[in-house]
């Protein structure tokens, strides 16, 4: 018998290979020092937060001792932050919002379950394009939802518009986007996010129920070469923004993000009443105040995206020399590299492993046969990666 749920115990068993990635790679940085240990596996932003981040932080030492500084706050944020975001977000998307259309949040993650709480019954259905995310199945079963991902095309990873159409029902609530794309790199152009629209409102007039386009953008800072990331609020009316500061502002430990509703929505007063209420009984209650403070203050501000994009060049120069086939990301620190002929995805992060290096199967993100790398570590140790790479590489040709 198990003490947690089937769910949860399923959950553990099937989820295994992430643990042991992380159980692998701390067991070889043990044994080989971490210097000699080349790992891709993790997303969490080593880039070093703006240096405006500390100077907010010390003013905001010098605030705490006034009464409730450090106390509750409304459940959907402060409001000055919240005006601030509206801001932000309307020079972003291109559509006017007022502090009342957005929602402070425990980040993208706490965003995404605040939404799908408030919309979510159970039975509904949540689509996305595969590769995706992999806690958006977890965040829609959390709230009695399931997820149907459609396959992008390979390797270029663009959408399937056809499949989107035929992959709609009238169970499905909502479609997640993430744009720029984690695993892929991914940005999609205006006409994808047009043809994106088009199909829900056909298939919302179709099931008589307003399909939500909810676009999750914690990269959306993130592009290289010039790429424009095209407003969702603008393309389609049921639409919904998250983002957060975890990697624009390299933040993700203190948990903050957003949610921004788009204002011409029929319905949308209701809709933010619930995601306020979700957002307190899911027991966030509000996001975190310091982590207010800090984005009200710095939200001009960003991490040097410059580092992001030498290292995507140094990653790019390895995959190139040892001949892997990959989409050049356009944005998001994320590779999405094809496994070479005759190896499936694990079978090939299996070999890497025996030369120190850590990827994660494209299983893992509904994609099987490719395999992530994040850039989230040093230049220099993606490029003292190299050798490890092409002896990798000589092991699959013995
Ligand atoms: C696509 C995507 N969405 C959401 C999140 C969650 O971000 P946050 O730290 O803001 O909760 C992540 C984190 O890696 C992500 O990659």
């Known amino acids: 018998m198990s003490i947690v749920t089937a769910q949860i115990a399923d959950y553990i068993q099937t989820q295994s290979w992430i643990r042991r990635m992380f159980e692998v790679a701390a067991e070889l940085k043990a044994q080989h020092g971490a210097e000699n240990v080349f790992d891709f596996s993790l997303g969490n932003p080593d880039v070093p937060p703006p240096a405006e981040v500390g100077l ?109 159409r035929h992959a709609i029902s009238p169970n499905t609530r909502a479609m997640i986007i993430n744009s720029p794309n984690n695993p892929t790199g991914v940005v999609y152009s205006q006409q994808e996010l047009d043809a994106i629209a088009n199909v829900l409102r056909e298939k919302s007039h179709d099931f008589g129920r307003p399909i939500l386009l909810i676009s999750d953008e914690p990269y959306r800072f993130l592009t290289y070469d010039n790429v424009f990331v095209p407003p969702v609020l603008s393309a389609y009316e049921y639409s919904i923004v998250v983002n957060s500061f975890s990697k624009s502002l390299s933040m993700a430990g203190e948990r903050i993000g957003y949610i921004a509703v788009n204002p011409h929505m029929t319905g949308v007063d209701q809709l933010l009443a619930g995601m306020i209420l979700a957002n307190r009984i899911l027991g966030f209650v509000n996001a975190p105040i310091l982590g207010q403070r800090i984005i009200l203050n710095a939200l001009h501000s960003g991490v040097d995206v ?91 040709t013995k």
């Open 56 to 164: 907010i932080l010390r003013d905001i030492a010098d605030i705490v001792s006034a009464p409730l500084a450090l106390g509750y706050c409304p459940n959907a944020g402060l409001p000055d932050v919240r005006a601030a975001l509206a801001d932000k977000v309307s020079h972003e998307q291109g559509v006017a919002l007022a502090a009342q259309h957005i929602i402070i949040t425990s980040g993208a993650a706490g965003a995404l379950n605040t939404i799908l709480r408030a919309t979510l019954d159970r039975g509904d259905q949540i689509i996305c394009f595969a590769p995706y995310f992999v806690e958006y199945g977890f965040y829609a079963a959390n709230h009695g939802g399931t997820l149907k991902s459609i396959r992008s095309k390979p390797l270029s990873f663009e959408i399937d518009v056809d499949a989107l």
């Open 306 to 396: 410059n580092i992001y994009e030498k290292r995507r060049q140094a990653m790019a120069d390895i995959l190139d020399n040892i001949g892997l086939e990959y989409t050049l990301p356009k944005g998001a620190f994320y590779f999405f590299p094809k496994a070479p002929e005759g190896y499936d995805d694990k079978m090939f992060v299996d070999v890497l492993m025996t030369e120190n290096i850590i990827a994660v199967p494209g299983a893992g993100f509904g994609y099987p046969g490719y395999f992530r790398l994040t850039y989230c570590i040093d230049k220099t140790i993606i490029e003292n990666s190299k050798p490890a790479w092409q002896r990798a590489m000589a092991k699959l």
